[in-house]
T-cell receptor
Framework: EAQVTQNPRYLITVTGKKLTVTCSQN?????MSWYRQDPGLGLRQIYY???????DKGDVPEGYKVSRKEKRNFPLILESPSPNQTSLYFC???????????????FGPGTRLTVL | AQSVTQLDSHVSVSEGTPVLLRCNYS??????LFWYVQHPNKGLQLLLK??????LVKGINGFEAEFKKSETSFHLTKPSAHMSDAAEYFC?????????????FGTGTRLQVTL
């Protein structure tokens, strides 16, 4: 089944304790992206990756890191989480514009993070 | 630059009556436009998309949307609401040119369907 998976689905942690949220897709997509969803703000892009070893900042990158060592995986790293990073996080994948194909993105189920 | 405005944060309809969720966009490029739906505690599912073919786009579950360039609008409609349509709906814009698939989301419209 074609899908985007995220782990963990729920996480409660404390300020300053490094954490990683994993994202994996099995559709051979070049493009992957992380978003956070907050009430009244919709989804905002954190980082995106056009392909392996190619990453760039989105609209709200502060406090986050990413890496893209393999095509299928795109982990989100919070080196020193703070309470304002409490949010619902979505990973997405798709085919990028330059391929000539559509830019439909497929979303994972979400990770609800609480930072105390 | 691009932006999306969803004109209603909350819409309530009775089951069996029409649904209208309004979306206006702004884009420096010719846009692609999408509607995504998010059911409670679920991820986002693509309802429909406009990418420069027909201006009236049909999606899943009986939804459709019409791209109106002169009005910079992409409103979502359904002739008859069903209880299962209760969810949050996001209008999304993306430039159709350029190298990055950057999506810009609206703030969402919560659809409530009552008996």
């Amino acid at each position: 089944e074609a899908q985007v998976t995220q782990n963990p689905r729920y996480l409660i942690t404390v300020t300053g304790k490094k954490l990683t949220v994993t994202c994996s897709q099995n559709m051979n997509h070049e493009y992957m992206s992380w978003y956070r969803q907050d009430p009244g703000l919709g989804l905002r892009q954190i980082y995106y990756s056009m392909n392996v070893e190619v990453t760039d900042k989105g609209d709200v990158p502060e406090g986050y890191k990413v890496s893209r060592k393999e095509k299928r995986n795109f982990p989100l790293i919070l080196e020193s989480p703070s309470p304002n990073q409490t949010s619902l996080y979505f990973c997405a994948s798709g085919t990028p514009r330059t391929s000539g194909r559509t830019d439909t993105q497929y979303f994972g189920p979400g990770t609800r993070l609480t930072v105390l | 630059a691009q932006s999306v405005t969803q004109l209603d944060s909350h819409v309530s309809v009775s089951e069996g009556t029409p649904v209208l969720l309004r979306c206006n966009y702004s884009s420096s490029y010719s846009p692609s436009l999408f509607w995504y739906v998010q059911h409670p505690n679920k991820g986002l599912q693509l309802l429909l998309k406009y990418t420069s073919a027909a201006t009236l786009v049909k999606g899943i579950n009986g939804f459709e949307a019409e791209f109106k360039k002169s009005e910079t609008s992409f409103h979502l409609t359904k002739p008859s609401a069903h209880m299962s349509d209760a969810a949050e709906y996001f209008c999304v814009v993306s430039p159709r040119t350029g190298t990055a698939s950057k999506l810009t989301f609206g703030t969402g419209t919560r659809l409530q369907v009552t008996l």
